[in-house]
Nanobody
Framework: QVQLVESGGGLVQPGGSLRLSCAAS????????IGWFRQAPGKEREGVSC????????YYEDSVKGRFVISRDNAKNTVYLQMNSLKPEDTAVYYC?????????????????????WGQGTQVTVSS
C-alpha cells in the first residue's frame, strides 16, 4: 500500500522550532520531487517547499524563506522540514506529497495537481 506518513507536528511558542518528517512506505521516493504543503483554517492549501530528487535543489515560498529548511534522505525514504522562528501565521495542517510528474522542483511554485501521493497531515500550532 502506497503511503506517506507525516510526523513531528505539535504546539510550539512563537520563535520556536519543529522538525517535520515524511516517511514513505509501499513505494520509493526515488525520482520524485517531494513537496510540503499547508492548509490553515478557512484558507486554501498552499505550497510551502519542495526538494528535488537528484541534485536536491530546493524551492521555498516567500513567507518561509530563511526560516524553513527542506531536506531528504533517499536511503531512509524520508523527507524533512525543519521549521525555525515559527510565527502564529505558520499554524496549519502540514502535508507532504510526492510529485509523480517531475523529479526536479520548479523555481516558481508548487503545482498541486502534479502531486499524486499525499500524506494525512500533521497539525502545527504556533501560539503562546
Amino acid at each position: 500500500q502506497v503511503q506517506l506518513v507525516e510526523s513531528g507536528g505539535g504546539l510550539v511558542q512563537p520563535g520556536g522550532s519543529l522538525r517535520l518528517s515524511c516517511a514513505a512506505s509501499g513505494f520509493t521516493l526515488d525520482h520524485y520531487a517531494i513537496g510540503w504543503f499547508r492548509q490553515a483554517p478557512g484558507k486554501e492549501r498552499e505550497g510551502v517547499s519542495c526538494v528535488s530528487y537528484s541534485d536536491r535543489s530546493t524551492y521555498y515560498e516567500d513567507s518561509v524563506k530563511g526560516r524553513f529548511v527542506i531536506s531528504r534522505d533517499n536511503a531512509k525514504n524520508t523527507v524533512y522540514l525543519q521549521m525555525n522562528s515559527l510565527k502564529p501565521e505558520d499554524t496549519a495542517v502540514y502535508y507532504c506529497a510526492a510529485n509523480t510528474m517531475r523529479s526536479r522542483c520548479t523555481d516558481y511554485s508548487l503545482i498541486q495537481h502534479e502531486y499524486n501521493y499525499w500524506g494525512q497531515g500533521t497539525q502545527v500550532t504556533v501560539s503562546s
